[in-house]
């Protein structure tokens, strides 16, 4: 018996709310945004019936909750499903249950829909794989690194060096799997990191590219800490910012020396490509 449990959240970090407190219950999550700078819709598969205490807490964190019984069927295989290989540039973005080979020359990157954000569909995580294709990394940071998608990705373009931070300790957990999944771990190290707070940041500092896909506000306030981790004529890909957002987003960047050199626009949403000096 399988039981449906379907949240209507009101953004994205009540999403996030509700993907980790489902993590108990729930099989398969997948969560995904309806609209740009709208409501999230976040799906969970549970074999069985959450108590009225869990719906409580579930409406609770992010919105309404509703629950239904489901027909027999292997809804975890289903869910997977939705989730086809993506294409963006070389970069092939596929989970387990694609068994098919990768296209010829195409750089594969095997991630699995989790809790974590980052498997590919979004538009931000396509415009900072859409950035890259035009980067030669070296030494690289990805804050906010989620499933570590980009982390992976800047490594199989050639990045020698690979920090991997972000504040949620779940999401470092499904990054250093992924890594090692993806025959990456001896090059990408995951790590647990308030913004660039942690010394580690700091010792492996500076980097010639830094991405940064996180939310408008938190990428205006961590700026300084960006340039200041950023090596001169370094690059930064920012994302995760509507159309409407971008105007104070680079201009907190440009008080720290970063200028743009290109914009990547998906759906409503931006990908800034910066450069400092």
């Known amino acids: 018996m399988t039981w449906r449990i379907l949240i209507e959240a009101r953004d994205e970090a009540a999403a996030g709310r509700a993907a980790e407190a489902l ?53 975890l295989a289903e869910n997977q499903a939705s989730f ?4 963006v540039g070389r970069f092939y973005v596929h989970g387990a249950h694609v068994t098919a080979p990768p296209p010829a020359g ?43 998608i980009l982390a992976i990705a800047a490594a199989r373009a050639g990045a020698r060096r690979v920090l991997a931070a972000d504040i949620d300790p779940g999401s470092v957990r499904v990054a250093r799997v992924n890594l090692r999944r993806n025959g990456v771990a001896a090059r990408v190290e995951a790590i647990e990191s308030d913004g660039y707070r942690d010394r580690r940041i700091a010792r492996a500092a500076p980097f010639d590219l830094v991405f940064a896909n996180i939310l ?11 340039a200041q981790a950023l090596a001169p004529d370094g690059t930064a890909v920012l994302s995760g910012l509507l159309a409407r957002q971008e105007p104070f987003v680079l201009a907190a960047h440009r008080a720290q020396g970063l200028f743009l050199e290109r ?3 998906i759906e409503g949403w931006h990908t800034l490509v910066l450069r400092k000096g």
């Open 216 to 226: 408008a506000r938190p990428l205006a306030l961590m700026a300084p800490q960006l």
């Open 23 to 75: 993590e108990t219950l729930a099989a398969a999550i997948a969560a995904f945004e309806t609209t740009p700078g709208g409501v999230w819709r976040v799906e969970g598969f549970a074999e069985t019936l959450p108590d009225g205490a869990s719906v409580a807490l579930l409406e609770a964190l992010a919105g309404p909750v509703q629950v239904e019984r489901l027909a027999e069927r292997d809804w």
């Open 106 to 148: 195409a750089w594969p990157i095997l991630v699995d829909a989790t809790t974590a954000f980052g498997t590919g569909e979004h538009a931000t995580t396509r415009g900072c794989l859409a950035a890259l294709r035009h980067l030669r990394p070296r030494h690289v940071l990805d804050m906010g690194t989620g499933t570590g």
């Open 84 to 87: 086809p290989p993506l294409r």
């Open 263 to 265: 914009r990547i626009a």
